[in-house]
């Protein structure tokens, strides 16, 4: 043997890689552009409210509801000719594994519990109205009892030991009693604080009686997470956590779940709607690493993504747009209105005048572009395309101090307002950052830190890792640190959670008595309209008080493959009615 | 031999214990616990975390948390994951054999590139090609891993829109799709290791070259291939035994980049996993296997080069 053939040896071994390389499939086939290009993007409406109607309308009719809610996005488009399809495999992605799938006790909205689980009520993601689902009508009998008429036919899926038996009320009763639960695993019994008593008046109807009117509730029947489980199930295994605990009324099966891979679910072949879900099954693969999930989306990998399941940036939309212009995207709002979250209790920010200079210097609107790439949206306490309702317009809030550009005249009142304080010659805020939280925009902290600079604010930013940012944040011990908040879509939570005295995630420490008279009020109002003006009287109460510098309303893009149709991603429900999506391949 | 096995393996228990202790007062010794990490944005009171902390026993005197874990891990169960609730020593079972392979293909990999190379660089010192392998060698030991996984996904996926498959797949279920997936990472984490590698057999080549009993085996006219590799290589594998070995251990915790971009369930992101959230059943165990496996190769080591190098005597 000379030395060169020892040389040669890196070469073969690459060679060999190729080689294995060539046996895999082909590439995805060169998408066609069967979705014109010309498809709607999703626009925000505001929907007048509709008069709230004492009995719903028939079984299966989509039926009003008193309760305004979000227009996000538009459906997929057909185009003329095309026919839904039986078959195929919906490719996805999960960037983590959820610590369980148990819709009464995760807090991943990445567990897989719109595929195998169904919700009382669900909202449209095209049109944001709550629609009946297995509760097909509802009539409200007095100002604080409500009935909920079950749908027939309704089955389980066919797993023991529940066996595919039918749905009823009794298992409605069962299950809202189960999401109630004094537990602090039940992650979602605060909505239901105002319910006394759920009792079953016969197989198909059931009361539920609340200690005050209650206008959330429909809302919090269509969380996507307020499912429908079977008492035998729970009785059996416990925990819905493993994959065949995991019993519902859904479109499909659970069928495999490996830590750290991906799984995959399974068409249920006795589902209640019939002729669907179109598709055999969906399967998911676990892609922490962002670049490789575009990667994954440019070679036809998986097929769609939203939300966490694979939903991606206004950046990284722009990046496979370059290379896949047939792509398609869909921008869904996040229910995570981004802030500077201030811990009111301390120094300085327990003076408001300090806590309205910041609110004054801010630029949001450089904020915006810089960070979020133009995909965002000024939003005041609450997000004007998640609550178009309710929120105070975009369009107002762009002409309000603090909210606006930021003129001259906005910095000389923050500066005027320091020196009031007491800090004419400035002052210096440590300020706490961690990366990898997605709801932590360390970008935007780093941003806000040279805005503040020009009214005299220093702000150093220390860097926390997540369980220690986690304890701090229990602990109170923080300063000022940039936060998204996750909630239910329901206005209700977007206030009492964050702003209600004494809330659990109330981590500044506001307390207003105005305020809680306030989300007191609107939590009763089942009229819309006068609702509506309650929650605004509120909003501006909270940009008057500043107990967080209010920011934006971050966007995520849903990605389909050209091939993807009747998929409309929403907020809540990341990718729709799963039922109706088909593949045009 | 066999007394020295024994008294080696007698070592690992106090070696074991000092690591589990350490483990088990680090974890803690950190802000912020699973209760925290497993709530996160939820509507939590102070009342309903309290609760939980004393359902799943954090509440309980560390002394006391460290006599229970211990007892357990003495009766050799490694107790649940208090993320995932799944055993954990089913999790190690499933994670450990995707980075023991990933571990495999790169030394074979580096040892495919840095011996030929090592070899090339030594026999011809200071020439053109010694130059050319060097700043290669030192390119492998300074461009991270990271990078060059990147840039393969980047490359791949734009210029050949091929990627390797989403999911990990056994090799004995599909060797294609099993190779597929890691060839790339194992050949990424070679070239990473080689550099070090390249560079010891150069050295330890260099140095076995200018032995007398080189010299004498020229001097006999004996083939220069002969010389090399009967004479000068076995003697010059010694060390370079000893890196492999070492070089194993770091791919274990060195692979958890590789293992997020290439999506593996390997070890190393499931150690880097359990340690964001606190999981310390899970990092308590996961840090005991491994540092058993450390052991256990250090031992191979040894016990390798005692047959490699008949001067070596274990009494």
């Given at each position: 043997m000379r030395l060169w053939t020892i040389a040669v040896l890196p070469g073969l071994a690459t060679a060999l890689i190729l080689l294995i390389a060539s046996c895999a499939p082909a590439a995805a086939p060169a998408p066609a552009p069967a979705a014109p290009s010309s498809a709607p993007p999703a626009a925000p409406t505001t929907r007048p409210p509709t008069p709230a109607p004492t009995v719903a309308a028939a079984p299966g009719a989509p039926t009003p509801t008193p309760i305004p809610t979000p227009i996000v996005a538009l459906p997929t488009p057909t185009p003329v000719g095309e026919t839904p399809k039986m078959g195929s495999i919906l490719r996805s992605m999960l960037p983590g594994e959820p610590s369980s799938n148990d819709p009464h006790t995760t807090i991943q909205i990445n567990a897989p519990v719109p595929f195998i689980y169904e919700s009382f009520l669900r909202q449209n993601p095209a049109s944001g109205i709550i629609e009946p689902h297995v509760v097909a009508r509802w009539e409200n009998i007095s100002e604080t009892e409500t009935i909920l008429h079950v749908r027939q036919g309704v089955r389980f899926q066919n797993r023991p030991p529940v066996n595919g038996r039918t749905m009823t009320a009794a298992d409605v009763v069962y299950s809202l009693q189960r999401i109630g639960t004094k537990d602090p695993r039940f992650l979602r019994r605060s909505q239901l604080v105002s319910v006394t008593k759920v009792e079953a008046l016969d197989d198909s109807r059931v009361k539920v009686t609340f200690k005050e009117p209650f206008a959330p509730f429909l809302t919090y029947l269509a969380d996507r997470f307020n499912a429908v489980v079977a008492k035998e199930a729970v009785e059996k295994f416990g925990n819905l956590d493993k994959v065949d605990d995991?019993?519902?009324?859904?479109?499909?099966l659970f069928e495999r779940a490996t830590p750290g891979v991906g799984g995959s679910l399974k068409r249920n072949p006795d589902y209640w709607q019939k002729g669907r879900p179109y598709l055999d099954g969906v399967t998911w693969s676990a892609i922490p690493d962002a670049g490789t999930l575009i990667a994954a989306y440019r070679t036809g990998r998986l097929d769609m993504g939203a939300e966490f399941w694979g939903g991606v940036s206004g950046e990284d939309k722009s990046a496979i747009q370059r290379t896949n212009p047939a792509i398609q995207f869909r921008p869904v709002p996040e229910v995570r209105p981004n802030v500077l979250n201030m811990?009111?209790?301390?120094k300085p920010f327990n003076d408001v005048r300090v806590r309205k200079a910041i609110h004054l210097a801010v630029d949001r609107q450089e904020i915006i572009q810089i960070v979020m790439g133009g995909s965002a949206q000024l939003s005041g306490p609450i997000g004007p395309r998640l609550f178009p309702f309710y929120a105070i317009p975009e369009a107002e809030l762009a002409k309000m101090p603090g909210f606006r550009p930021k003129t001259p005249q906005d910095l000389e009142d923050a500066k005027k307002l320091l020196a009031e304080a007491g800090y004419p010659n400035g002052l210096t805020i440590e300020a706490e950052g961690s990366r990898?939280?997605?709801?932590?925009?360390l970008q935007a902290m780093e941003l806000a830190k040279g805005q503040l600079k020009k009214i005299g604010v220093t702000i150093n930013i220390t860097l926390q890792d997540q369980a220690t940012w986690f304890a701090t944040e229990e602990k109170k011990d923080f300063n000022f640190r940039s936060r998204g908040f996750t909630t239910a879509v329901e206005v209700d939570a977007q206030l009492t959670v964050r702003h209600s005295c004494g809330a659990s995630r109330n981590f500044g420490g506001f307390c207003d008595q105005e305020m809680e008279k306030l989300i007191a009020e609107q939590r009763r109002t089942l009229d819309p309209e006068k609702r509506k003006a309650i929650v605004l009287k509120a909003q501006h109460l909270l940009v008057d008080k500043v107990p967080q510098i209010f920011l934006f309303e971050p966007n995520r893009y849903a990605v389909m493959q050209p091939?993807?149709?009747?998929a409309v991603p929403g907020v809540g429900l990341a990718f729709g009615y799963v039922e109706n999506i088909w593949f045009a391949k | 031999m066999r007394q020295y096995i024994a008294r080696r393996l007698l070592l690992f228990i106090p070696t074991l214990l000092i690591i589990g202790v350490f483990v088990f007062a680090v974890v803690r010794w950190f802000p912020g616990d699973i209760v925290l990490m497993l709530t996160r944005d939820a509507d939590f009171s102070a009342q309903d975390l309290a609760a939980e902390r004393a359902r799943l026993g954090l509440d309980k005197p560390i002394l006391e948390q460290f006599g229970v874990w211990t007892w357990s891990m003495l009766k050799g169960d490694l107790g649940k994951s208090l993320y995932s609730k799944r055993p954990i020593v089913d999790e190690m079972q499933q994670r450990f054999p995707v980075t023991v392979e990933l571990g495999v293909l790169a030394i074979l990999f580096s040892i495919i590139i840095s011996v030929p190379v090592g070899v090339i660089s030594a026999v011809r010192q200071d020439s053109l090609a010694d130059y050319i392998t060097r700043s290669f060698a030192i390119g492998a030991l300074s461009i991270p891993s990271f990078w060059f996984a990147t840039m393969a996904i980047l490359i791949l996926s734009l210029q050949f829109h091929w990627i390797p498959p989403l999911q990990f797949v056994p090799f004995f279920e599909s060797p294609s799709d099993n190779l597929q997936l890691m060839l790339i990472p194992g050949l990424i984490l070679g070239i990473n290791m080689s550099g070090t590698l390249m560079r010891m057999t150069r050295t330890t080549l260099l140095e076995v070259l200018r032995q007398d009993y080189i010299r004498t085996a020229r001097s006999k006219g004996i083939l220069e291939r002969v010389v090399l590799y009967r004479h000068a290589m076995k003697n010059a594998l010694i060390p370079i035994v000893a890196i492999l070995g070492l070089e194993m251990a770091h791919v274990i915790g060195g692979s958890v980049v590789l293992e997020t971009i290439f999506g593996l369930p390997g070890v190393g992101k499931f150690i880097f996993d359990v340690i964001l959230v606190r999981d310390y059943p899970a990092i308590q165990a996961a840090n005991l296997m491994l540092a058993l496996f450390v052991l256990c190769i250090n031992l191979l080591i040894d016990i390798t080069q005692a047959f490699l190098d008949p001067r070596i005597r274990y009494e």
């Open positions: 995991s019993i519902g009324t859904g479109p499909f811990n009111v209790t301390r990898y939280i997605p709801w932590i925009n091939w993807v149709r009747g | -």
